[in-house]
């Protein structure tokens, strides 16, 4: 195979990504790539980073086209993004991966008539003991996955024409297994390429410190690195560790029955002087497939109506939140190439 060196990046970027007028400025200023096409970070508004529209559990092995109606799921998510939309938000980071049940075209209707912007993603997930990779990522190298990502970002997804915003990957527990290490590095090769910001789906603290260690190894700032679900560990020091090197740390399970959870998450990461690397979400929705009418959706409701209150209440400042919903996801969205 080609390996990714840089100087194969240098000779493949540009021929591949064509002659689109933006490119010359996003060469130079940074945007972000939303299912609609490339913006500038200051125009996404308020974001939700991490939530679902759709998802199927069915397995790498089982998942084919069919499986859904793109219709039933779109008149029942509708209703949730047009609510959320009457709340001030305008954006979400569409979480759901490849072989997961990722749909460009259906986030790209859905934002059409909700007035959501949806960022997608490129990537594959390898928490889950393996279920959601599909058999070939045994039998590939790091820089074969890394060249099919850049290319669904070069040339869009599919024949979609949208092109990803981000890496989406995911990971266990510490250690990390032989294939997760390998998508860890394809994403981190990816990033190198393209600019694409590096989420990955975290089981642990341990986790989180060896996907550091392999994106820094790749020479990259760990900047480019959204620790999603950093929730799940419960020792700070290491979400201080990681953050004080530039890190996102994304709680992003937020809902009735953690918010006081979260609430003492947050004074701590703004008495540390680490709100500016804190995302914040609920990882709600979603159209379920294979359930009757995709089964019980969670909405998008609750950090507008119940959680923003309550930081309120408890000291946090306009700018404070204005940070963890626009300032902060639009900066962990933002590629620079
Ligand atoms: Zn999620």
């Known amino acids: 195979m080609m390996t990714l060196s840089r100087r194969h990046f240098l000779t493949l970027l540009p021929a591949a990504l064509g002659t689109a007028t933006w490119l010359k400025a996003a060469s130079k200023a940074p945007f972000i790539m939303t299912v609609n096409g490339a913006i500038q970070p200051s125009a996404l ?16 092995d089982k998942i084919k086209p069919g499986r859904y109606q793109p219709d039933e799921v779109f008149n029942i998510v509708l209703p949730y993004l047009q609510k959320l939309k009457t709340l001030g938000c305008s954006a979400m980071g569409e979480c759901t991966p490849n ?98 910001p590096v989420w990955i789906h975290t089981g642990d603290g341990a986790a989180a410190l060896e996907e550091a260690a392999i994106l820094q190894s790749n020479g990259l700032s760990l900047e480019n690195y959204v620790w999603v679900h950093a929730q799940n560990e419960k020792d700070r020091s290491i979400h201080e560790r990681l953050a004080k090197k530039g890190a996102f740390i994304s709680l992003d399970g937020l809902g009735s029955s953690s918010a006081d959870d979260y609430l003492s998450r947050l004074t701590l ?49 306009e700018t404070d939140i204005r940070m963890l919903t626009v300032n902060n996801p639009a900066e962990a969205l933002t590629i620079r190439q």
């Open 45 to 60: 508004g308020p974001v939700l980073p991490h939530e679902h529209v759709m998802v199927d559990f069915i397995g790498a």
């Open 99 to 196: 072989f997961l049940g990722r749909d460009p075209l259906l986030l790209k209707r859905l934002s059409k008539a909700s007035g959501i912007t949806f960022i997608t993603n490129t990537g594959l997930y390898g928490a889950a003991g393996h279920k959601y990779l599909p058999a070939y990522v045994e039998t590939s190298t790091a820089g074969e996955l890394a060249e099919m990502w850049i290319k669904e970002y070069t040339h869009g997804i599919g024949n979609t024409g949208v092109k990803p915003g981000f890496i989406k990957s995911g990971v266990d527990k510490g250690p990390l297994t032989p294939l997760q290490k390998k998508i860890v590095q394809a994403a981190a090769l990816t990033c190198k390429a393209t600019g694409l």
């Open 269 to 317: 990461l703004k008495q540390q002087g680490l709100l500016h690397r804190t995302l914040l979400s609920h990882d709600a929705g979603w159209y379920n497939v294979g359930q009757p009418n995709g089964g019980r959706f969670r909405d998008y409701n609750f950090l507008w109506e119940q959680f923003i209150p309550m930081l309120k209440k408890n000291g946090f400042t």
